[in-house]
């Protein structure tokens, strides 16, 4: 099978085109009818599921190599990635889980560098849920969104990972704004505030939200407003991307 020889490739003289005993395991968040949501690979030897991630070629920046996995893996360009923890537990060793993907798969291999022990490095990813195209790798058979709260049976450490990476999100939201990657064009401030609260898994005072994020700058009120709701049509907004771009570099220090 075609896709077997590429695996076989892979296993054999993966060595030769990437760097030994480093991955990268990305972390991909996205906004949609408000709930926080996570994209996810199902293994094919596993029957489990994981989250994107691969390897960085011999002469390739991390960062690259990150954004060439979720490009692969989504058809974006440009995603907005942060590095957040280096996973280095000599117990999360691949070495049996490949071992078992290529017995399913009719390969047998003795040796392989990707037998070895592997240290991992966790990237978060905000993206607009509604421009993402869903794309396996040659690992998985499939590629879907999932609750944060109903997160399938994962290989190896990576619900500990998504864990971990769900909570940078949580902290980094009193330094640095979120929502430009998550949310559409334009939107209301009752939006961008449910996108907050559903991250922080707590509610959140209107009024003193709305002076917050609007004392921040990285605001324009539009002069347009929603309509067909009961209540009174709130506005419609979009970011200051200049303003925005400053306040992710240096902070704002948003205490919610």
């Known amino acids: 099978m075609k896709a077997d ?82 996973f280095s537990d000599p117990d999360r060793s691949t070495k049996k889980i490949n071992q078992g993907f290529l017995k399913n798969l009719g390969i047998k291999l003795d040796k392989s560098w990707m037998f070895d022990r592997f240290i991992s490095v966790g990237y978060t990813a905000l993206v607009d ?58 939107f209301t401030m009752p939006e961008l505030q449910k996108l907050y609260e559903t991250i922080l898994e707590r509610n959140l005072d209107r009024r003193n939200f709305q002076r917050k994020i609007i004392d921040t700058g990285i605001l324009k009120r539009l002069e347009e407003t929603k309509k067909g709701g009961s209540h009174k049509a709130p506005y419609y907004y979009k970011f200051d991307l200049r303003n925005y771009k400053k306040a992710l570099r240096a902070g704002m220090g948003f205490e919610l």
């Open 5 to 86: 020889k590429k695996l076989s490739e892979h296993f054999l003289k993966g060595h030769e085109k990437y760097l030994r005993h480093i991955s990268i395991d990305c972390v991909v968040f996205g906004f949609h009818e408000n709930e926080l949501k996570v994209l996810l690979l199902k293994a094919k030897y596993a029957g489990k599921w994981a989250l994107p991630g691969g390897f960085i070629l011999t002469e390739e920046h991390m960062d690259e190599a990150a954004g060439r996995i979720l490009k692969e893996r989504t058809g974006l360009d440009k995603i907005f990635l942060q590095q957040f923890y280096v």
């Open 129 to 186: 849920f509604t421009k993402v195209i869903p794309e396996p790798d040659i690992f998985s058979e499939k590629c879907e969104w999932f609750n944060i709260h109903e997160i399938p049976e994962m290989i190896l450490d990576h619900e500990n990972i998504l864990v971990k990476a769900w909570g940078y999100l949580r902290l980094q939201l009193n330094f640095q704004p979120v929502g430009y990657n998550l949310l559409t064009t334009k």
